[in-house]
């Protein structure tokens, strides 16, 4: 079941698009035992999410049917925090290879929850669960200090574009399982 947002019987929220990623390859996806990949991180003002198949331009775009990590986003309150507890005043957000890096929402809310931002609908479907190359990637610890707050891997169900700035989020409902009736239920 899809909890409350923040405050009990609230379902449209203010957040902050901070900042947007994406990167044409994998660096780390598909590469145990293996160096790194070298691909860049680009950041954008806007993305264009295709329903079922992702960002366009991204590393995910079309990768399987019903992939569960066509989008992912990042807490901006997880970045500034980890950046304090390991004194790394030179970390830039886009080390974490998360597409959408957000403040005004706790990610961990919207997990098995339909929501919308900027008109574009998704299904979060798990926290994006940081792996062992996070202690490469951006300090040897920081795949422990990362569990529970890696961020959320999410589907997108209606196209759309995301843009940097201010916008709301808006909580549609619960994800319902396959053997749930076709109605979904509101917030």
Known sequence: MCPQINVPNVAVVE???????VSPGHN????????????PTLEVNTINCMAG????????????????GQITFFSWETYTEIKAAFGLSGLLPG?????????????TQLESCRFEIQGVEF???GEAKPC???????????????????GLRAKILRDGQLTTGL?????????????????????
């Open 123 to 125: 299904e979060g479907t």
């Open 53 to 68: 198949r992702g960002i366009e331009g991204d590393r995910f775009y079309d990768f399987k049917p019903d992939y569960k």
């Open 28 to 39: 780390y996806f598909g590469h145990h035992g293996q160096p790194a990949g070298e691909e």
């Open 167 to 187: 916008t709301e989020l808006k909580k549609i409902g619960s994800v319902l399982s396959p053997a749930s009736s076709a109605t979904t239920a509101q917030v």
């Open 95 to 107: 080390a974490f290879r998360r597409n959408v890096v957000l403040s005004g929402v706790d990610l």
């Open 132 to 150: 062992y190359w996070m202690n490469q990637a951006v300090v040897d610890g920081a795949e422990t200090w990362l569990q529970g707050r890696g």
């Open 15 to 21: 957040v902050h698009i901070r900042q947007i990623f």
